[in-house]
């Protein structure tokens, strides 16, 4: 089984908590992610442009232009993210959405096993929001002596 999550479903999610992590009301230039994060610009656009077109992320172009979120952190989930960025995340093809009917489904004797990580896995990714993974807020008071 090959479950891996590919560098833009990883970056996807790094651009999302840098953008939840540095919210304004104002869209944020797509370079200055690329600095902070050090992934190449160009290989953002593409990343940024999936989130637009899932509705994650709006953009505006000329002076003044960027991306910005569309939900806030707590209200976005990783498999939502996850989902656009890397499409299914069915742990075997059979189980894949429009998949065809696998001939050995009634005598399988490992369907339930793959049934039941994926469930796992979905109500792993979807309880993890993009606020969880935010930096936690430094309050002035947790000083050591």
């Known amino acids: 089984m090959n479950m891996m999550i590919s560098t833009k479903g990883r970056y996807a999610l790094r651009v999302l908590v840098d ?8 869209f944020v230039p797509l370079k200055e992610i690329a600095r902070r994060q050090e992934i190449s610009e160009k ?22 232009g960027g991306y910005r979120l569309v939900r806030s952190p707590e209200q976005l989930t ?19 959405p429009g998949a065809s009917a696998c001939p050995r489904a009634g005598i399988c ?8 990580l994926d469930q796992v896995v979905e109500d792993y990714l ?10 936690p807020e430094q309050t002035g008071d947790d000083y050591v002596i």
Do not use: N
């Not at 990783?78 to 894949?96: D, I, M, N």
């Open 19 to 26: 953008m939840a992590e540095h919210q304004t009301d104002s």
């Open 43 to 64: 290989y953002l656009e593409s990343i940024v442009k999936s989130l637009v077109q899932g509705g994650i992320l709006e953009g505006l172009r000329g002076k003044g």
């Open 78 to 96: 990783v498999a939502e993210v996850l989902r656009f960025t890397e499409g299914p995340l069915s742990s075997v093809s059979c189980l894949q």
């Open 109 to 116: 004797r490992t369907l339930e096993l793959w049934k039941g």
């Open 126 to 135: 979807t309880g993890v929001r993009i606020a969880d993974l935010m930096m």
